[in-house]
């Protein structure tokens, strides 16, 4: 019995075994500026072959580290010889491919029982490192062409024992191996910046809906007031602690600190900020300045990295009709500041450094809003934003582009509110100077004193939240569906990838 249950035993780890993800690693190394020591090569562009889209770049930490996640189990490589490649400045490398038998032996499970490793071991380059590394933004970009390359398909190549890519994918790899890093030399100016995933002068319009963990609640603020200094200062004079200082951010790419105080019993003043950070990479046209109009010398496009930074502080007073009718407004100064290209100038055989312009924009705007109960279980509450119709730039642009677009600030919130015992339901509305932008609702509960649980979803964007706080602090998942992009700083895991929220909320 005890010999049955023992191989029942290794059956089933060895099931487990042949079911988990596998993950190609290894370590490039180049010479160093001693001729007898080597190290790891960084900006090396590493390829699966059978799996493109898996394709990866040694690292700085430790340098020259690769991980292929291959996204394969072990059960369906086993067996088979898989090909990997590697793009770098070397034109004539003898080391650019390795050759690699997948078997079950192989597998080193040092680190995670729950995946399969295969090391490449001993991949050295003959050449100096500073004649191998390719700059960043080139690898970048190199990185970009081969990971839009489509893959093997599995169910063609049952009975094959190699892997070694498609056809057209080959080309592609003698072509960028062949080509070095940069051929030609000269000043290449800016003429298109190709479409991104940034979304530019629309900050203040998703803030209110999409990054807050007070989602349908804003427009009519009752219970958590954390947030009324920006969409909604009349119900600021309605709070039943007189003084309040709040904050909410991600630690990564969006902050919210404001804070508000009565003056009297009937005005209170706030004051409060919204700092957002976006990145991302994006393909740019340029051309030879020296021959402008040679269709031999074809314009060049480079992955470059943009960043777009947008804030705004807001001093909020209100002031107190009567127990059932609140008046507010916010004066407010916002800004906008981010990079564009500019030119690229190239050194034939060695790299290229590109140049970029910085584009400021700062505007002042005031906003009206009010709050009314109609009796004790409904209030209203509304907010008319950015009166003066402030327009920030809608896209990056380059520096000669004559239609440069721009987003108008002008808005409009309407929100509900319904208390109902422990639980509030709440519902926001935003309306564009040109159309409607979004709706949300939300609910929160009391579960015990001194406790709030909350959570809502926006229709068009389909983000939402749920947030919990107790006494003075609160912790908050925010899901934008990607609303924010930085992919310059993007985390391994898309829980931790600015999606989780913190913060206080002190009354007193």
Known sequence: MKIIICIAVILLQYENAFNQPLVIKGRVRCMNKNANSSKGAENIVVVPTFMPSKSSMTASAPPGYFEVKTGMT???LQDKQVNVYLISRCTDCKELVKRIFISEDQDRQNRDNKVCYVTIKDWKMSKACNDVELPPYRADSMLRVVMK?????????TNATALTGSPALLNLLTTLATAGTYAPGGTFQAQKLLSGNVIYGRFLFASSLYHTNNMGFNFSPYRDLSESVFWNPSA???????????????????VKLNGFFKLTD???LGLGGIVTIQDEFRDVIYYNVNNPDDPSDRPLIDSTIRKLKEFAVFVSPSYKVDNKFSLGFSVKSIWQDFDIPDSLQLIPDTRGEFFDSTIKRQKFDLDFSLTYKVNKSFQVGLNVMNLAGTKLYADAFVPDEKNIPFQNQRSFGLGLCYKWQRFNFGADVLFTQDDFYDAAIGINYVPFNDALISAGIAFNQMSYSASFRIKHFRIAYVNDN??????????????LNGKIYGGFSFNF
Do not use: A
């Open 74 to 76: 072990l059960q369906q």
């Open 149 to 157: 390359q489509p893959g093997q398909s599995m169910k063609e190549i």
């Open 236 to 254: 600021i004079v309605t709070s039943k602690k007189p003084n309040n200082v709040s904050l909410l951010t991600n630690i990564k790419n969006n």
């Open 266 to 268: 009937k005005i209170s």
């Open 482 to 495: 990607d609303y924010m992009v930085n992919e310059r700083r993007k985390g391994k895991s898309g829980i």
